[in-house]
């Protein structure tokens, strides 16, 4: 059975994006079965995108799915909560998370994707760009801004 070029670029692609769904905090299979559901909707769209465009939509489905996963256990595990405190009468002990930690999650989607691409994944603001399809000055603006958003959050913990 022969692979074609664009068959290969997919399979380049989608381990690379599991690696980095990985990196961001799912679990292997979680991030298997997301890559997996972005196959299925690009076969359901019935579309070839061009090399160029192919990434960043792989990319954006996958984050896309994945924070909707995110959101879903964080609903799930506060209603878990929820339910525990009403029949118990021992409060559960949360781990405390650091001033960043806090601050980080008070970004939106995009901000928290554009920090954890740059710093955590190493990503060029060329490559981060390709993958928002937008230009490398806006991913550079985006990301000062975002820094300076994490400044000030932090100036703020401090101060209280």
Request: hydrophobic content about 40%; cysteine-free.
């Amino acid at each position: 059975m022969k692979i074609n070029h664009y068959e290969k670029e997919l399979i380049n692609i989608a381990n690379e994006i599991i690696g980095f769904l990985i990196n961001n905090g799912a679990k292997k299979n979680d991030a298997q079965d997301i890559m997996q559901d972005v196959f299925v909707k690009l076969l359901q769209a019935d579309i070839i995108l061009a090399s160029d465009k192919l990434r960043p939509w792989l990319y954006r489905v996958a984050l896309s799915r994945f924070y909707d996963i995110y959101r879903r256990q964080k609903r799930y595990r506060d209603i878990l909560l929820e339910q525990y405190a009403q029949y118990s009468e021992v409060e559960p002990i949360l781990a405390d998370y650091s001033g960043l930690q806090r601050a980080l999650e008070k970004l939106n989607d995009y901000q928290s994707a554009l920090i954890v691409l740059y710093y955590d994944d190493r990503k060029h603001i060329d490559d981060i760009a390709m993958i928002y399809d937008v230009s490398s000055s806006k991913i550079k603006v985006d990301l000062y801004r975002t820094r300076q958003q994490l400044k000030d959050i932090m100036m703020g913990y401090e101060n209280e």
